[in-house]
């Protein structure tokens, strides 16, 4: 069970085979104050499962978070289109971190972690920023791009998982599914 109303973490477990019922979790994602990007994204996916779970007892029910992080601030989810285009003159020619905090509630210790990928931009002209926010496609997606759409002409490279930019960190959920089945 997929804690998550991400549609992109649903077509990613899809894509590796893995078969699941999404059931989004009603979380509050505001991060706390003084809260670290890692904390936030493993305190938000650990949120998301145990609300799920708490009324589907017994089976598997995974949670996760993801957030982009640029001199040590997180960038979620844009507000509004003018908070999109702040977001992408910030990332704009240099490197950012992406999180996704993932937690797996299952027989046996709850199973946590916190993946790290790191992105490149290029630099983006103020005409290229105001065509990919009238796309409409930073609206609800962490940092204000995905990397997965029009957002990818953006990424000059990638460190780390592209699984895990998108949303979830497919290789550790699969290792963890693999260990549950012996």
Known sequence: ??????????????????????????????????????????????????????????????????????????????????????????????????????????AGPVRQSVERSRVTFARLSPDEIAWYVASGEPRDKAGAYAIQGLGSRFVTGVEGSYCNVVGLPVSTVYAWLRELQG
Do not use: N
């Not at 899809?14 to 059931?23: K, N």
């Open 1 to 106: 069970m997929l804690a998550s109303a991400s549609p992109r973490r649903a077509a990613l477990l899809a894509a590796a085979g893995v078969d699941c019922e999404v059931v989004p979790a009603d979380v509050d994602e505001r991060a706390l104050p003084g809260e670290s990007a890692d904390g936030h994204v493993s305190r938000l996916a650990l949120a998301k499962a145990a609300a799920v779970a708490a009324h589907r007892k017994g089976q598997l029910v995974l949670g996760a978070d993801t957030v982009v992080v640029v001199d040590g601030a997180i960038l979620g989810k844009p507000a509004d289109d003018r908070d999109a285009i702040a977001m992408l003159e910030r990332l704009s020619g240099r490197a950012h971190d992406v999180l996704t905090g993932v937690c797996l509630f299952a």
